[in-house]
């Protein structure tokens, strides 16, 4: 009876983490995409001092929060976020504008594809 209620404890402590650390990464993927639509427009609009600085910020904010990510996502999908922070900030002081909506569009793309991955779904159980 023991061994019962050690692991029942056990499994619903891991989904009480499970979920949490879904709407933790939820919400600093919120957080970012929102710093990431504000970068996009302002390279579009060439504002290229706001554009760095928004880049700077979403680079801290990035560091600050990617430790705790680790935890609970794919290493590779870390990996290509971090390669394309080191770029654009680059491709904003040398005023790229091709180059950096172009690394702003991916940053976007792998924000999105790090929350569906971390979605509940049948397909990611399987």
Do not use: C
């Amino acid at each position: 009876m023991r061994n019962i209620i050690i692991s029942v404890t056990v499994f619903l402590a891991m989904i009480t983490a499970i979920f949490f650390s879904i709407g933790y990464l939820n919400r600093i993927s919120s957080n970012l995409q929102i710093l990431n639509d504000d970068l996009e427009k302002y390279i579009s609009e060439e504002k290229w001092d706001k554009a760095y600085k928004t880049s700077m910020d979403f680079t801290n904010q990035w560091e600050k929060h990617s430790k705790v990510i680790k935890l609970f996502v794919n290493h590779q999908e870390i990996d290509n976020i971090e390669m394309e922070l080191w770029k654009l900030p680059q491709y904003i002081k040398e005023k790229s504008k091709d180059e950096a909506l172009a690394s702003v569009h991916v940053l976007k793309f792998l924000l999105k594809h790090i929350s569906s991955l971390e979605k509940v779904n049948i397909q990611n159980i399987f």
